[in-house]
């Protein structure tokens, strides 16, 4: 007697339906965490957009979902403003069929979501030029001592704010600092004689400022116990947000004229673009994967004058 699952792939003509393939996906996906293959972000980002697949398409055969399935879906988030999470529904499932490929669940190069073409999202957040950083750096000497170490860090490394909060100490050696990205695994050695022309001074500079009298295995560290804080403790991620966003609203500026005000995280788009001026290998420093990557990091979004080096 054939089992419910053997009689759906029967009746589909011998296909995996959706439904049944996604169990399979879902599975697959939670050994590559459980591997440490991706992150735990990575798995919960594919669960909606897997949802939605399959209550959409369930009882259809895997190998019969048609370009004009998953444009249809991406219209619908369209219509609501929500184009980022069309980006992620289409990136979810392009990954999806590059699985069933390799199970054999679809014939080779089958792939609709790859040839539906990608949500657009307009970017609304501005980018940060020096001059306002600096704004921002100096309201930050009234209010949170570790504030201003925390953007010399970033503008120096050009690492994110999670990297930045969990650098210690104990990650400087022989000259370097040794940086793990959380977010993509890459591993990147900064030298401590990396200099910022336009700040005057090495990360060595700035690891010693971070050096003081309290005790600590973090470079960004409180100096007083202070709600979830403790003294000598890690500056949390959040912490370090809610400050750089007070520093930056302190200033009588305009944050709004170009978009959204820039946060925290636009500090490591003004450091590569700080140190391409330089010379510097910013994919390296960036801990990038490729130079296209990187390059979307130095587009200023029409806020900086391009000059022509005579």
């Known amino acids: ?13 011998g296909a995996s339906t959706v439904s049944i393939f996604l169990n399979n996906y879902r599975k697959i996906q939670q050994e590559r965490y459980e591997n440490g293959e991706i992150k735990l972000s990575t798995l919960k980002q594919k669960a909606a957009p897997l949802r939605v697949f399959d209550e959409r398409f369930g009882a259809r055969p895997l190998d019969a979902i048609t370009v004009k399935d998953v444009v ?21 499932l392009i990954d999806v069929f590059r699985e069933a490929q390799q199970t054999g669940d679809v014939p080779p190069g089958f792939n609709p979501a790859e040839s539906a073409k990608k949500p657009q999202v307009r970017i609304s957040r501005q980018r940060l030029t020096f001059d306002e950083w600096m704004m921002i750096y100096n309201a930050a000497e009234k209010d949170g001592y570790f504030l201003q ?8 490394t050009g690492q994110r704010l999670s990297d930045i909060c969990k650098m210690q100490f104990s990650d400087i050696r022989d000259g370097y600092l040794h940086v793990e990205q959380q ?5 990147i050695a900064i030298p401590l004689a990396l200099r910022c022309d336009k700040l005057n001074l090495t990360l060595g500079d700035v690891v010693s400022s971070c050096r003081d009298y309290i005790l600590s295995p973090w470079l960004l560290h409180h100096h007083h116990a202070k709600g979830m804080g403790k003294r000598g403790g890690m500056v949390k991620p959040a912490t370090l947000t809610v ?15 170009n978009g959204t005000p820039p946060s925290f995280h636009e500090q490591r788009s003004l450091s590569e ?8 290998d910013t994919k390296i420093l960036l801990g990038h994967s490729n130079q296209k990557m990187t390059d979307v990091y130095n587009d200023a979004r029409g806020k900086e004058w391009k000059k022509l080096v005579i």
């Open 183 to 187: 977010k993509t695994g890459a591993r």
């Open 273 to 280: 673009r700080l140190f391409r001026e330089q010379g510097i």
């Open 1 to 13: 007697m054939l089992s419910l699952q053997e009689k759906i792939i029967s009746d589909t003509g």
């Open 149 to 156: 170490r925390g953007m010399l860090l970033a503008l120096m």
């Open 243 to 257: 400050a750089f966003k007070k520093a930056r609203d302190s200033v009588d500026y305009n944050w709004r004229a």
């Open 72 to 92: 249809s879906v991406l219209e619908e988030y369209k219509a609501k403003g929500h184009n980022r999470m069309g980006q992620i529904f289409r990136k979810v």
